[in-house]
């Protein structure tokens, strides 16, 4: 499958995962190609075990489609038969209960031609456990869209001169109606498998928002033709026998030697693209390890990395969910989740007054702290201190709107600092910053669990532009030092501050847990995880405090 996938650039592949337990006979896993116009429309795959794989499409018009790719293995392991089958029921009556169209793409290694006498003259020996998964589909109105060929030399499987037919797709009842053809490909000349595809071709209305489901359901896709046969003239009635008997001379296939050839020649591209690909991994390996640790960790834990690309976006609405493929719709949706991700849940304060006693006296001036010593806190920064503060900030961050990092400012001429320098006295004399600086690009990256096209299982990593943080530095430096000098913070607000450390009240908690221990007396430790804090802070309360 990663030969195929590096080859078939057009097409998004959707594997299962592979159970590498030992109780568990090895399998190759199953996989699913989607031509790349498609897979926008993947909301998300559900790989239920190394030979069960589904896929969800959503589509305008609450038109959602599920796919499944399952492998069966033969009667030699019957409990892990037994155990795909069940999955695969189950799967199937809980998309039959969320309301999805679905289609079954299978080797069942069963043959449905020796169930059908069952199933209609002996439905008590058809209903037992061993004909469950054929007795399933069929009492539940799936149709199985494998054609029977009128050739007894052509069918899906094909081994020691021995052709049968093993592989099937089945579709729901609602799907069926969009059926056009099938047919099985003779691949013997193109491929070494024993195996020839199923080619099945559906109406492409199913996914226009013009045929909605309950409309789908009405139509039935049984649409009345009517052929003016009286106005026919017989010079078309003879270019009609002639065109249908062309269609009927199709040479047979032949097993040339050209396709001998290929066949060999593909192999060989493969061998080399296998030989050439473990090389090439084993030399990124060793120089991972001298240079990038973290790389070569994650590959030997075998660590997959999440990524996020938002060209569609999944609304879990409770009546009408939805898949998102419009980039102005994803944008708004995007806007509109992050606006609202950490809600206020209180009504905002006017005035310190307001507050409670407790927390008014904390949020009220100190009488011990002249407000003097805030005097030169917005005075103009010199060119030194201004270098000073750019030089400090750290190389290899991510840039803002503007793509303007911190090395490009660091590297700046004496014109263009001095014009900069020139916008910043701007913002110290107006108490306010350029429009522009407030602007941001927020990223999504995923958190521990499936992404799902879901952007509440995300977190935002917000990007601002390096002069506003460059500023934003310069500032809380001047504050810093000037809380640090006339001892403005007591107790334990002193974090962050000039030579300020986190040692005391580590030292203290030590003391009391040791102490704990010592006396065998009971001990109750609360630890609040205040990391995001100052990500959601409500302003008026940072007003109040400054």
Same mark, same amino acid.
């Given at each position: 499958?990663?030969?195929?996938?590096?080859?078939?650039?057009?097409?998004?592949?959707?594997?299962?995962?592979?159970?590498?337990?030992?109780?568990?006979?090895?399998?190759?896993?199953?996989?699913?190609? $989607?031509?790349?116009?498609?897979?926008?429309? &993947?909301?998300?795959?559900?790989?239920?075990?190394?030979?069960?794989?589904?896929? @969800?499409?959503?589509? +305008?018009?609450?038109?959602? %489609?599920?796919?499944?790719?399952?492998?069966?293995?033969?009667?030699? @392991?019957?409990?892990?038969?037994?155990?795909?089958?069940?999955?695969?029921?189950?799967?199937?009556? #809980?998309?039959?209960?969320?309301?999805?169209?679905?289609?079954?793409?299978? @080797?069942?290694?069963?043959?449905?031609?020796?169930?059908?006498?069952?199933?209609?003259?002996?439905?008590?020996?058809?209903?037992? *456990?061993?004909? *469950?998964?054929?007795?399933?589909?069929?009492?539940?109105?799936?149709?199985?869209?494998?054609?029977?060929?009128?050739?007894?030399?052509?069918?899906?499987?094909?081994?020691?001169? &021995?052709?049968?037919?093993?592989?099937?797709?089945?579709?729901?009842? /609602?799907?069926?109606?969009?059926? /056009?053809?099938?047919? $099985?490909?003779?691949?013997?000349?193109?491929?070494?498998?024993?195996?020839?595809? &199923?080619?099945?071709?559906?109406?492409?209305?199913? /996914?226009?928002?013009?045929?909605?489901?309950? *409309?789908?359901?009405? %139509? +039935?896709?049984?649409?009345?033709?009517?052929?003016?046969?009286?106005?026919?003239?017989?010079?078309?009635? #003879? #270019?009609?026998?002639?065109?249908? #008997?062309?269609?009927?001379?199709?040479?047979?296939?032949?097993?040339?030697?050209?396709?001998?050839?290929?066949?060999?020649?593909?192999?060989?591209?493969?061998?080399?693209?296998?030989?050439?690909?473990? +090389?090439?991994?084993?030399?990124? *390996?060793?120089?991972?390890?001298?240079?990038?640790? =973290?790389?070569?960790?994650?590959?030997?834990? =075998?660590?997959?990395?999440?990524?996020? &690309?938002? @060209?569609?976006?999944?609304?879990?609405?409770?009546?009408?969910?939805?898949?998102?493929?419009?980039? %102005?719709?994803?944008?708004?949706?995007?806007?509109?989740?992050?606006?609202?991700?950490?809600?206020?849940? =209180?009504?905002?304060?006017?005035?310190?007054?307001?507050?409670?006693?407790?927390?008014?006296?904390?949020?009220?001036?100190?009488?011990?702290?002249?407000?003097?010593?805030?005097d030169s806190l917005l005075s103009p920064p010199s060119l030194d201190e201004w270098l000073s503060t750019i030089s400090s900030m750290p190389n290899g961050k991510a840039p803002g709107p503007s793509m303007i990092t911190y090395e490009m400012l660091k590297h700046l001429g004496p014109a263009a600092n001095a014009l900069l320098l020139i916008l910043i006295h701007k913002c110290f004399a107006s108490a306010d910053i350029p429009d522009l600086w407030r602007q941001a690009m927020v990223f999504p990256i995923p958190k521990p669990h499936e992404w799902r096209c879901q952007l509440q299982n995300t977190r935002p990593i917000t990007l601002l532009e390096v002069i506003q943080k460059s500023f934003v530095k310069l500032f809380y430096n001047r504050l810093s030092s000037i809380l640090a000098a006339h001892n403005v913070l007591t107790g334990g607000n002193f974090a962050g501050l000039p030579r300020g450390t986190c040692r005391n009240p580590i030292i203290t908690l030590e003391?009391?847990?040791?102490?704990?221990?010592?006396?065998?007396?009971? %001990?109750? $430790?609360?630890?609040?995880?205040?990391?995001?804090?100052?990500?959601? $802070?409500?302003?008026?309360?940072?007003?109040?405090?400054?």
């Amino acid at each position: 499958m990663h030969f195929l996938s590096k080859r078939l650039s057009n097409y998004t592949v959707f594997s299962s995962y592979l159970d590498t337990s030992q109780h568990v006979r090895s399998s190759g896993g199953v996989s699913l190609f $989607i031509e790349n116009s498609l897979a926008p429309h &993947v909301h998300t795959y559900t790989s239920h075990s190394s030979r069960l794989l589904s896929v @969800d499409l959503y589509f +305008k018009g609450n038109i959602k %489609l599920r796919i499944f790719v399952v492998y069966i293995p033969p009667t030699s @392991d019957q409990v892990l038969r037994d155990t795909t089958i069940d999955l695969l029921t189950q799967a199937l009556l #809980d998309t039959k209960r969320l309301g999805f169209h679905h289609a079954i793409c299978e @080797d069942f290694n069963m043959h449905l031609d020796q169930f059908y006498p069952l199933f209609f003259n002996q439905p008590q020996i058809a209903s037992k *456990r061993i004909h *469950r998964l054929f007795n399933f589909l069929l009492s539940n109105g799936y149709v199985n869209f494998t054609p029977a060929n009128s050739s007894a030399s052509l069918g899906t499987f094909q081994r020691a001169n &021995v052709i049968t037919c093993i592989d099937y797709i089945w579709s729901c009842p /609602l799907l069926k109606s969009f059926l /056009l053809t099938s047919l $099985i490909f003779d691949a013997c000349d193109n491929s070494l498998s024993d195996h020839n595809p &199923v080619i099945t071709y559906f109406d492409s209305s199913l /996914l226009c928002s013009s045929v909605k489901l309950a *409309r789908a359901r009405q %139509l +039935k896709r049984c649409i009345r033709c009517v052929f003016l046969l009286d106005s026919v003239s017989p010079a078309l009635w #003879d #270019d009609f026998s002639a065109y249908i #008997d062309t269609l009927c001379n199709t040479p047979p296939t032949t097993f040339a030697l050209w396709h001998i050839n290929q066949i060999g020649l593909h192999l060989l591209k493969e061998k080399e693209y296998q030989d050439f690909s473990i +090389k090439a991994h084993i030399e990124k *390996r060793d120089l991972d390890f001298d240079t990038d640790i =973290s790389s070569f960790i994650n590959s030997a834990l =075998s660590r997959s990395c999440q990524q996020i &690309v938002l @060209d569609h976006v999944f609304i879990d609405h409770s009546t009408a969910p939805c898949l998102l493929t419009d980039p %102005l719709d994803i944008s708004d949706a995007v806007v509109n989740h992050f606006q609202h991700a950490v809600p206020v849940k =209180s009504t905002p304060l006017l005035h310190i007054s307001i507050l409670p006693d407790r927390w008014r006296s904390a949020y009220s001036p100190m009488d011990s702290i002249s407000p003097a010593i805030y005097d030169s806190l917005l005075s103009p920064p010199s060119l030194d201190e201004w270098l000073s503060t750019i030089s400090s900030m750290p190389n290899g961050k991510a840039p803002g709107p503007s793509m303007i990092t911190y090395e490009m400012l660091k590297h700046l001429g004496p014109a263009a600092n001095a014009l900069l320098l020139i916008l910043i006295h701007k913002c110290f004399a107006s108490a306010d910053i350029p429009d522009l600086w407030r602007q941001a690009m927020v990223f999504p990256i995923p958190k521990p669990h499936e992404w799902r096209c879901q952007l509440q299982n995300t977190r935002p990593i917000t990007l601002l532009e390096v002069i506003q943080k460059s500023f934003v530095k310069l500032f809380y430096n001047r504050l810093s030092s000037i809380l640090a000098a006339h001892n403005v913070l007591t107790g334990g607000n002193f974090a962050g501050l000039p030579r300020g450390t986190c040692r005391n009240p580590i030292i203290t908690l030590e003391s009391i847990i040791h102490d704990a221990n010592c006396t065998k007396s009971p %001990l109750w $430790i609360l630890s609040q995880d205040i990391s995001k804090a100052f990500n959601s $802070i409500h302003l008026t309360m940072l007003k109040f405090a400054l």
